[in-house]
């Protein structure tokens, strides 16, 4: 059995599904209670787009390996393509709880919940997730944006400082901590994490708008030009020159 599924394996490599599935049918007629079998034929449909196949198979999995939580996370996958978030949810939902100290399920659902837009109950799972499993950055990533959006500046800043241990350089991080910065009313802190931005990827076109934005507010106009000009010079949305444009042009005539 092992030789043909290294064979199988190999034919998924080279994107040859056909052959692999002719392989994994063949021995699950020798073995049809091999949940590993039907995972893998599953992962087959799935890939060639056959999601009501892929989604049979993967709960034919499931019933032979109730407790696989790999198995959930496979098939919430094949429901997100299929657009059906609710089923995809339901699914995790019954994975997490076969192991409600497992990050990767956890981590699973709340992206899922994110993009629901269930925030406060994609936080929970977040806070759970870098409990359990504290150097993922990309779930305090998600948990500092969650944060954000839902007003609690407070905690997505500290989220945010974390991670920046981590990823000292990322601008991402530093561009959103500045933005919570500014939520908070601390100015200082925000201008001097946004020219750490341009200091480190000076390419980062949001920094120098957000810091023209800045400056405008404050009434420093000479600032604001001299970002809002940087910003235009990069920018290739007609729209968008548009309006730097009338702002820049506002700012020389005061």
Same mark, same amino acid.
């Given at each position: 059995? %092992?030789? =043909?599924?290294?064979?199988?394996?190999?034919?998924? %490599?080279? &994107?040859?599904?056909?052959?692999?599935?002719?392989?994994?049918?063949?021995?699950?007629?020798?073995?049809?209670?091999?949940?590993?079998?039907?995972?893998?034929? *599953?992962?087959?449909?799935?890939?060639?787009?056959?999601?009501?196949?892929?989604?049979?198979?993967?709960?034919? *999995?499931?019933?032979?390996?109730?407790?696989?939580?790999?198995?959930?996370?496979?098939? !919430?996958?094949?429901?997100?393509? *299929?657009?059906?978030?609710?089923?995809?949810?339901?699914?995790?939902?019954? @994975?997490?709880?076969?192991?409600? $100290?497992?990050?990767?399920?956890?981590?699973?659902? $709340?992206?899922?919940?994110? #993009?629901?837009?269930? #925030?406060? $109950?994609?936080?929970?799972?977040?806070?759970?997730?870098? &409990?359990? !499993?504290?150097?993922?950055?990309? *779930?305090?990533?998600?948990?500092?944006?969650?944060?954000?959006?839902?007003? %609690?500046?407070?905690?997505?800043? &500290?989220?945010?400082?974390?991670?920046?241990?981590?990823?000292?350089? $990322?601008?991402?991080?530093?561009?959103?901590?500045? @933005?919570?910065?500014?939520?908070?009313?601390?100015?200082?802190?925000?201008?001097?994490?946004?020219?750490?931005?341009?200091?480190?990827?000076?390419?980062? #076109?949001?920094?120098? =708008? /957000? #810091?023209?934005?800045?400056?405008?507010?404050?009434?420093?106009? =000479? &600032?604001?030009? /001299?970002?809002?000009?940087?910003?235009?010079?990069?920018?290739?949305?007609?729209?968008?020159?548009?309006?730097?444009?009338?702002?820049? @042009?506002?700012?020389?005539?005061?």
């Amino acid at each position: 059995m %092992e030789d =043909k599924i290294q064979q199988a394996l190999e034919h998924i %490599e080279k &994107e040859e599904y056909n052959s692999a599935i002719n392989i994994f049918e063949e021995l699950i007629e020798d073995d049809a209670e091999n949940a590993y079998l039907y995972n893998n034929l *599953a992962t087959i449909h799935y890939k060639k787009g056959n999601y009501d196949k892929a989604i049979e198979l993967f709960q034919k *999995a499931i019933e032979l390996d109730i407790d696989n939580q790999g198995i959930y996370q496979n098939l !919430a996958d094949v429901y997100m393509a *299929a657009e059906n978030i609710e089923y995809a949810l339901t699914t995790l939902q019954e @994975c997490v709880s076969i192991n409600r $100290s497992n990050p990767g399920p956890l981590y699973h659902l $709340s992206r899922i919940l994110i #993009l629901d837009h269930q #925030l406060y $109950s994609a936080i929970e799972y977040l806070e759970k997730v870098v &409990e359990y !499993a504290p150097n993922n950055t990309d *779930a305090r990533y998600d948990l500092a944006r969650s944060y954000y959006e839902i007003g %609690e500046y407070e905690n997505a800043i &500290e989220q945010y400082e974390t991670i920046q241990v981590e990823l000292p350089k $990322s601008p991402d991080i530093l561009f959103h901590l500045g @933005c919570a910065y500014l939520e908070q009313y601390r100015l200082n802190d925000a201008i001097n994490i946004f020219n750490e931005v341009i200091k480190e990827s000076p390419n980062y #076109l949001p920094v120098y =708008k /957000k #810091l023209g934005m800045l400056y405008l507010t404050q009434d420093n106009h =000479k &600032e604001a030009k /001299k970002y809002f000009e940087a910003y235009k010079k990069n920018i290739v949305d007609e729209e968008e020159i548009k309006y730097i444009e009338n702002i820049i @042009c506002k700012l020389k005539t005061d």
